[in-house]
């Protein structure tokens, strides 16, 4: 079996500031992680120490095979304080965009990747309305400082889980049980992907624009069809809705979502394969998760993200191909997914989990913070290269 892939397609691997660039103390999350009853099983630290490393990541990325590298700012960096800004973390960011450019690597820049200044934190958060207008002021001073060499770009990353997770389950900052605060996280998410996109696309450059989002496979029981639906948009299809228009959206999924009868989260169906994290090995939802956001959205799609965290690198191969198996069948059903980004380039701070799950196509050993690609590494950059899956 072979897969071609369309002239193009764009093959590239995604991090997240917080969880690579090390000493982000400035922002959310580092309080969340330091707090004794966040549940976080350990702080983030050094990271992967991505901020002074960058360059040899990148060109390690380039000589694996992947021309395209999605990557966040850091807000907290850029903007330490309300409305005082930081030449030297704008300038940092506009070398990492050219040393993406001398190694002939697409930059993807996320302006907002789950973390936000402890200063606007204190003050409601994304719960507050008055965030909008300060989210698109940091994407303004952003993309005037270094829009001219962005390649593509991002808004905000998973808007459902910072709301889902910081409101409901309290898994992240500010880790609350407060459904009104749910909905209006929701509520200010989506009008700050509005006002920055205007924002953004005003801005220096010239670059494809748009979303991304967690997604997933979704059952439940028969006669629950209606929960599902209605549970599904809430957390899917009004983030899809509200991106119509855009350049691209970006899907980001990993597993499935199981509900009851009342549309509640149930734990995994017995007999299937588990993850190191939990969930269920579910490769097929990437292809479930193209479909719904393509019907939902009526734009170009790009993976995002998907990948594995998995200590067994053969098992990430395995993932990996029956994934791209759901890309091209989307692909051969004429949909216009354009691009597939493995998360991650790096085993790093997976959040509340720390450092136990590895979703990285290179290890890192944190005490000399060398990197080692991993088999799934060569495999995977090989397909880029070839812009070609062949399965025996």
Known sequence: ??????????????????????????????????????????????????????????????DLGFRAYRFSIEWSRIEPEDNEWSRAALDHYRRM?????????????????????????????????AIVDRFARFCERS????????????TINEPNVVSVLGYISSDFPPGARDFEGYAKVNE??????????????AGPGDFPLGLTLSMSDW????????????????????????????DY??????????????????????GVELLDMGYEYWPQGLEVSIRYAAEKTGIPLYVTENGIGTTDDAQRIRYTTEALEGVGRCLADGLDVRGYFHWSLMD????????????????VDRETQARTAKPSAYWLGEIARQNKLTQP
Not at 143 to 154: E, K, P, S
Not at 348 to 363: C, H, K, M, R, S
């Open 219 to 246: 059952w439940a029981p028969e006669g629950a069809e209606d929960r599902l639906e209605r549970t599904r948009f809430g957390h899917e299809g009004q983030f899809c809705a509200a991106a119509k228009g855009d």
């Open 348 to 363: 790093n701070f997976e959040w509340n989990q720390g450092y136990v799950p590895q979703f990285g196509l290179v290890a």
């Open 143 to 154: 993309v005037n400082a270094f829009g001219d060499l962005i390649g593509m770009g991002c």
């Open 249 to 270: 959206f970006g899907v980001q999924a990993y597993s499935r979502t199981r509900l009851d009868e009342q549309g509640m989260p149930t734990g995994p169906e017995p």
């Open 188 to 201: 200010n998410m989506i009008a700050a992907h509005r006002k920055s996109y205007d924002v953004i696309k």
């Open 97 to 129: 965009l050219a040393c993406c450019h001398e190694f002939d690597v697409t930059p993807v820049v996320t302006f907002h990747h789950f973390t936000t200044p402890r200063w606007l934190a204190a003050r409601g958060g994304w719960t507050d309305p």
């Open 1 to 62: 079996m072979t897969i071609d892939f369309p002239p193009g397609f764009v093959w590239g691997t995604s991090t997240a500031s917080h969880q690579t660039e090390g000493g982000n103390w400035n922002n959310d999350w580092w309080e969340f992680e330091h707090r004794a009853d966040s549940g976080c099983r350990e702080p983030s630290g050094d990271a992967v120490d991505h901020f002074h490393r960058y360059p040899d990541d990148i060109r390690m990325l380039r």
